[in-house]
């Protein structure tokens, strides 16, 4: 970690509630790092004043802050805009542009190769002109795709034979989660897909992805390795390239919510509530989301109006809590049943099945186990338990203990 506790940096964007690049640049030094959020009538006097020695900047100001600028980089002039600034000892600004950087390195970190391959690149601002110019740089044919320039998404059909797409735009980011710039089945020869976006860690563009099995990542590599190459230029000191590895895993650990599935009785939230004591992470329960939702509980819905009026209002609960960050989240045993619910939780969680023997199951206020019987219930649902789940857990000892070994697991 660099000492420079007298440094005074940050961000500077328009919407930043939900940044992680504070987290990163603490692993990274020990200066201040604040959040400068304003509307862009508010940049040019922000920039002029001394509340900062460097900053980043994001979305959408990469090329607003240009004409304020006294310096620029060549690699920033390049590309056509700037993501890193500092103040220059006659009291002037320079511009740097670390994106480069941290995008090579994400494109290595996937190991999509794009030489000689054709590329589409979603998106016009500065996030794409810095693919774009990457992508070039190692002899890709690349297509900027916009709302309404030559190539746009009315068109898209011409371009079928691309290998590659990588989305610069905002379309699926937190708090929008849930949608995709396109339909990658259009696109029966893709070889890879980057996804800029890093909240949620899987856009619903990298889930298709996966479920294609198209090799993918999303922009938090991207995020750190620009951060510590920003970091050496605010600090004037190098920082080793493994660093950015370990603070991909330590974000990913940090930010990614731990999702308990499993039967009905089998203690998630028993086994939630444990998770909390370890962690300090706030328990995040679907069936009390329903309770607070309607003012009935679960059971309360299914035998009043049914099983499908429940089912809408919990997958309702369950796309709040999956745009949540690192919390715990206890779920119906119900919740894989509904196709809908796999990407809701996976966009931003690592799933734990809790599985519990049958005959220690708790069926008391459980209308659906009780119906159906829970051994015929579980006979059903197990094959869903186990394909939604990254890891499996018995629940077979105490509640402390069946979390520190879903932690050990997880780490």
Do not use: W
Request: hydrophobic share 40%; proline share 4%.
């Amino acid at each position: 970690m660099l000492h420079k506790p007298n440094l005074k940096c940050g961000l500077l964007g328009e919407h930043l509630t939900h940044s992680y690049s504070p987290q990163i640049h603490r692993e990274l030094a020990d200066y201040s790092y604040g959040l400068f959020e304003m509307p862009e009538n508010e940049v040019a006097g922000f920039l002029a004043s001394d509340r900062f020695d460097a900053i980043n900047v994001t979305i959408p100001y990469k090329k607003t802050v240009l004409p304020y600028l006294s310096e620029i980089s060549d690699e920033a002039k390049r590309i056509g805009s700037v993501n890193t600034i500092t103040r220059l000892k006659n009291g002037g600004l320079r511009g740097d542009n670390t994106d480069y950087f941290g995008f090579s390195y994400m494109l290595d970190k996937s190991g999509i190769d794009v030489a000689g391959k054709k590329v589409l690149i979603l998106g016009s601002g500065g996030a794409q002109e810095t693919a774009r110019t990457v992508c070039r740089d190692r002899s890709a044919t690349v297509i900027v795709i916009s709302r309404r320039g030559e190539n746009n998404y009315d068109n898209l059909d011409k371009h079928r034979d691309a290998s590659v797409i990588i989305n610069t735009t905002p379309v699926g980011m937190y708090p929008h989660n849930g949608t995709a710039p396109l339909d990658l089945a259009r696109f029966p020869h893709l070889t890879g897909v980057l996804d800029m976006i890093y909240n949620p860690e899987k856009t619903k563009l990298l889930l298709d992805a996966e479920r294609l099995g198209i090799p993918h990542l999303s922009g938090l590599p991207m995020l750190v390795a620009q951060a510590k190459l920003a970091a050496e230029i605010f600090a004037s000191e190098k920082i080793e390239d493994h660093e950015i590895d370990r603070i991909v895993k330590k974000i990913t650990l940090e930010m990614n919510n731990i999702v308990l599935i499993g039967m009905a009785g089998c203690g998630k939230s028993t086994v939630g509530a444990a998770l909390t004591n370890l962690t300090g992470r706030e328990l995040v329960d679907t069936d009390a989301m329903v309770t607070e939702k309607t003012g009935r509980t679960p059971a309360a819905i299914i035998k009043e109006d049914g099983e499908s009026a429940f089912r809408r209002i919990e997958t309702e609960c369950v796309a709040e809590a999956g745009k949540m960050s690192g919390k715990i989240i206890a779920t119906g045993g119900g919740v894989p049943t509904i196709p809908e619910n796999t990407d809701l939780l996976r966009q931003n969680g690592k799933i734990i099945f809790l599985r519990r023997a049958i005959e220690e199951l708790d069926s008391s206020g459980r209308p659906l186990s009780l119906a159906a019987g829970a051994a015929a219930l579980y006979r059903k649902r197990l094959p869903l338990y186990e394909a939604l789940a990254d890891l499996t857990v018995d629940n077979d000892d105490t509640p402390d203990t069946v979390a520190q070994k879903i932690l050990n697991q997880l780490q």
